[in-house]
């Protein structure tokens, strides 16, 4: 689906967004350290979110998990504690596919309601919206009291003597008890127990999982025997697929506009291949984004799977994450993107997201500044989506011990938290600044100004590409491994984007190689007023084939000058 706009995706942990406590207290519970809500997106929150350069946001984690919360009172039935991620639980151990989490809604049986109201909310500030569909696993205690009437739970037909059945929603170890090597009393005396065991969502065929595994979540059976050499049982179309389609098209009746689905590359792809169309049938804009992390798949979930979108993860993020810390080479950028070979506009670049470090991290680059070229990389060399994680733009640190999620670098998504640079950012809801650092606004005014470009310039949202690096190999004043230089064009406006990973300033001379001059398009001229896109002032340059553009660089910044030709 050709969108008009460069998608710019604002990914928010729903739960952690509105919460405004400044005292939690580590592994500390709902009543302890508060919990934020669907409603904390007001009006005013979206339409800050908007003004970031925002074209869509992603409210992660709104379908009903296991959690150790205890919502008895609202019908819900509790989960035994050995088999949930931190006190909260993860937003990835399903518990009930067609019902929002209750930790999110101020009125727990208004819970749906309440999510309508955000989607209405959302659309009415100028955003679109993306939800979570996990696909592969599901919580341990998999249970929902709210589907529709004439559908059957997930295993309530499935014949637990066979360890793979293609009629099988699960996978199981017939005659085997659930043992596995991780805590399995949790703070009650009482042990979970589970027999038959079922397979582990990380594809754990076995009945010990360990704390490394993905314990509290029993994979789902689309019909591939992993155990027998991953043999495919897909006609009949297996039971499995059938529930998922139902779940797609319940949520997609929502009025949402896309879904990120988790750990896509678990699923067969021929399941994608029947789903989506079916989807996108009585749903003709709707999204699909994979988090795919194999580039030998990538094809074959986008052009077979019919995905619009697949996470760059090993492709560009590992390598801009590589550049910013000194241990890559900026001329690794140019590899990254042609060895995806003409499918480079179908790929979700992003620099942070809820499994990644936080640049501002002592794991990452420890200093938000050192990852502004990264950003107007990532964010400009093509008409591609880009994402950003709440409180990325305002350098969010992420280095909290909150509780299952140890001092690791990540924003909790395992436990009741607050978020230090969105707390201070909403303050109560004003959004008046107040509260940030100069550091803070400094970072926040320059995402800012980077993705609202995207969508301002037309040569970023929809122009040609010319990457100018092999031009510019062991030039003269111009360091290949530091600095990184591109042009993007559209009609008669030219971008000459010049990023420098090092700390150091630079007076670079960059060459624009002949065949730039006519695969743009561009006529040959001596003096060009241009202005730098990110600080308004204006300057002369020449653009010609035989001599060197000069172009000074502060150390950790960037240059778009943008040229009327």
């Not at 301002?456 to 003269?476: H, R, T, V």
Request: charged share 25%; proline share 4%; aromatic share 14%.
């Amino acid at each position: 689906m050709k969108e008009e706009n460069k998608l710019i995706i604002y990914q928010v942990f729903t739960r952690l967004f509105g919460n405004n406590n400044n005292h939690c207290v580590n592994n500390g519970g709902i009543d302890e350290n508060g919990c934020g809500k669907m409603a904390d997106f007001s009006a005013k929150a979206l339409g800050e979110i908007k003004k970031l350069g925002a074209t869509h946001i992603w409210y992660t984690g709104i379908i009903e998990h296991a959690t150790q919360t205890d919502y008895r009172r609202y019908n819900i039935r509790p989960d035994h504690p050995a088999i949930v991620k931190g006190k909260a639980g993860s937003p990835y151990a399903i518990k009930d596919y067609y019902d929002v989490d209750p930790d999110l809604a101020k009125n727990v049986p208004e819970r749906m309601k309440e999510f309508e109201n955000l989607v209405q909310r959302t659309h009415r500030s100028g955003l679109k919206v993306i939800i979570d569909f996990v696909p592969n696993h599901v919580a341990r205690q998999y249970h929902s009291d709210a589907q529709p009437d004439g559908t059957s739970q997930l295993g309530t037909n499935d014949d637990v003597n066979h360890a793979f059945s293609p009629y099988n929603n699960f996978y199981y170890i017939p005659q085997s008890e659930l043992r596995g090597r991780f805590d399995m009393k949790g703070p009650a005396s009482e042990s979970y127990r589970e027999y038959p065991a079922k397979a582990t969502g990380n594809n754990r065929f076995d009945s010990y999982p360990d704390a490394s595994d993905w314990y509290e979540t029993v994979k789902l059976n689309y019909g591939v025997d992993y155990q027998n050499g991953g043999t495919c049982h897909f006609d009949p179309i297996p039971d499995t697929w059938h529930k998922m389609l139902d779940i797609l098209l319940f949520w997609a009746g929502k009025n949402i506009d896309g879904f990120r689905c988790d750990m896509a590359e678990m699923v067969p792809v021929e399941f994608w291949e029947w789903v989506i169309p079916q989807v996108k049938a009585a749903y003709p804009s709707i999204l699909f984004i994979a988090e795919v992390y194999n580039p030998g798949e990538y094809k074959n979930y986008l052009f077979r799977g019919k995905f619009d979108y697949l996470y760059d993860k090993v492709g560009l993020y590992d390598t801009l994450r590589a550049v910013t810390c000194g241990q890559g080479s900026a001329t690794d950028i140019t590899r990254s993107w042609q060895s995806l070979g003409g499918i480079e506009t179908r790929m979700l670049n992003f620099l942070e997201n809820h499994d990644e470090q936080r640049i501002a991290s002592d794991f990452f680059a420890g200093d938000p500044r050192k990852a502004i070229p990264a950003l107007i990389v990532s964010a400009c060399m093509n008409t591609n989506p880009m994402m950003i994680y709440f409180g990325q733009e305002f350098g969010e640190p992420g280095m909290d011990s909150e509780g299952f999620s140890g001092r690791d670098g990540r924003t909790t998504i395992f436990d009741y938290w607050s978020v230090d640079t969105i707390r201070r950012w909403r303050n109560g809801g004003k959004f008046d600044g107040k509260m940030l650092t100069e550091k803070q606004k400094y970072i926040y005014d320059t995402y800012q100004r980077i993705l609202t470009l995207c969508n301002e310039e037309k040569a970023i949202s929809q122009g040609a590409f010319f990457d100018l690096m092999y031009a510019n190999i062991g030039g003269w004043r111009f360091n290949e491994h530091r600095q990184y230089t591109f042009l993007r064009k559209y009609e008669s406006e030219l971008l000459l984007f010049v990023v420098n990973f090092d700390h150091l300033s630079a007076d670079l001379a960059i060459n624009i190689p002949a065949h730039a001059f006519s695969f743009l398009q561009m006529p040959q001229i001596n003096q060009y007023e241009a202005t730098d896109l990110l600080s308004g002032r204006k300057e002369s340059i020449s653009l010609l084939p035989y001599k060197a553009t000069n172009v000074a660089v502060e150390g950790y910044g960037g240059r778009i000058l943008k040229i009327k030709l």
